[in-house]
Nanobody
Framework: QVQLVESGGGLVQAGGSLRLSCAASGRTFSTNAMGWFRQAPGKEREFVAGISWSGGRTYHADSVKGRFTISRDNAKNSVYLQMNSLKAEDTAVYYC?????????????????????WGQGTQVTVSS
């Protein structure tokens, strides 16, 4: 059974930092693109960041560019999201996702329908 399990969420003051982790089990994702999405109450899910299979290429949404950084450790079958300078508008449930196709292209995906596996989410709350 394939699972993606997020951790690291919590309550933080504006301007603070958090590091989200996503550990995969049930299969390796070392040759798959992965990403982070978020969904705030009453809003649609939105793309946050994506990373290619090797980590050589990344893409961040404009709303988080310069503050958030996606990275991965294929040896640990894990992906991370370092979040700095957090703002109240970053409050949301954050989801880890993995594309199901093995590919050695440095492609990064930013649409939800391009991801086949999803975690259960971790809550991030930023107080102003």
């Amino acid at each position: 059974q394939v699972q993606l399990v997020e951790s690291g969420g919590g309550l933080v003051q504006a301007g603070g930092s958090l590091r989200l982790s996503c550990a995969a089990s049930g299969r390796t994702f070392s040759t798959n693109a992965m990403g982070w999405f978020r969904q705030a109450p009453g809003k649609e899910r939105e793309f946050v960041a994506g990373i290619s299979w090797s980590g050589g290429r990344t893409y961040h949404a404009d709303s988080v560019k310069g503050r958030f950084t996606i990275s991965r450790d294929n040896a640990k079958n894990s992906v991370y999201l370092q979040m700095n300078s957090l703002k109240a508008e970053d409050t949301a449930v954050y989801y880890c996702a993995a594309n199901g196709r093995t590919s050695y292209s440095e492609r990064v995906y930013y649409r939800g329908q391009e991801y086949d596996y999803w975690g259960q989410g971790t809550q991030v709350t930023v107080s102003s």
